[in-house]
């Protein structure tokens, strides 16, 4: 490459790969495209509502926060949901798996709300009282697996990027 030219990395390449892939099998689904928006929009959604309830009512401080545990779990069922309808037919296309990743990672969140709003109940929480002691735990493990399974996927992806380019390159 001559000087002052552009030139990409791998990685830069393959985000640009990614989402051409992405524009190109929105634009073949077009049904199939309002869901990022309808994503961010129920994310947005939830979370809003979720922390007026927690806060309208000062004195209910358990009971708020538990309702606003299961509103998020709710959510969370719901994202995910709108993350498998359009993750599926990505990874048969185009054999994406960020979205499908993507619900996984969104699906831990509704286990450790579960596990949040029991410990919250006492008579559930004096029954097992152990169960309860590992929340702080549940909750590293949760945002791990929060980061790790889409970026496990991501990278992935990445791989198979790499290992399609030099085979494209060794046929050339």
């Known amino acids: 490459m001559g000087r002052g030219g552009f030139r990409r990395t791998r990685w830069s390449r393959f985000?640009?790969?990614?989402?051409?892939?992405?524009?190109?099998?929105?634009?073949?689904?077009?049904?199939?495209s309002p869901i990022p928006y309808m994503i961010i929009a129920t994310l947005v959604?939830?979370?809003?509502?979720?922390?007026?309830?927690?806060?309208a009512n000062p004195s209910a401080?358990?009971?708020?926060?538990?309702?606003?545990?299961?509103?998020?779990?709710?959510?969370?069922?719901?994202i995910a949901?709108?993350?498998?309808v359009a993750g599926r037919p990505?990874?048969?296309?185009?054999?994406?798996?960020?979205?499908?990743?993507?619900?996984?990672a969104f699906s831990g969140i509704?286990?450790?709300?579960?596990?949040?709003?029991?410990?919250l109940n006492g008579v559930l929480f004096s029954l097992i009282p152990s169960l309860c002691d590992a929340r702080p735990g549940a909750g590293w493990v949760l945002a791990l697996w929060f980061i790790a399974v889409p970026a496990s996927s991501i990278l992935l992806g990445f791989w198979r990027?790499?290992?399609?380019?030099?085979?494209?390159?060794?046929k050339a």
């Open 15 to 32: 985000l640009w790969d990614r989402q051409v892939r992405r524009i190109d099998f929105f634009e073949r689904h077009p049904r199939l």
């Open 45 to 55: 959604g939830v979370l809003a509502l979720s922390g007026g309830l927690s806060f």
């Open 61 to 78: 401080k358990v009971y708020g926060y538990a309702i606003s545990l299961v509103l998020i779990d709710v959510g969370m069922v719901f």
């Open 81 to 84: 949901a709108l993350f498998v």
């Open 90 to 104: 990505l990874w048969r296309e185009d054999r994406d798996s960020t979205y499908l990743a993507l619900a996984l």
């Open 110 to 119: 509704p286990v450790w709300g579960l596990l949040e709003v029991f410990c």
């Open 161 to 170: 990027f790499l290992r399609s380019g030099t085979r494209e390159s060794m």
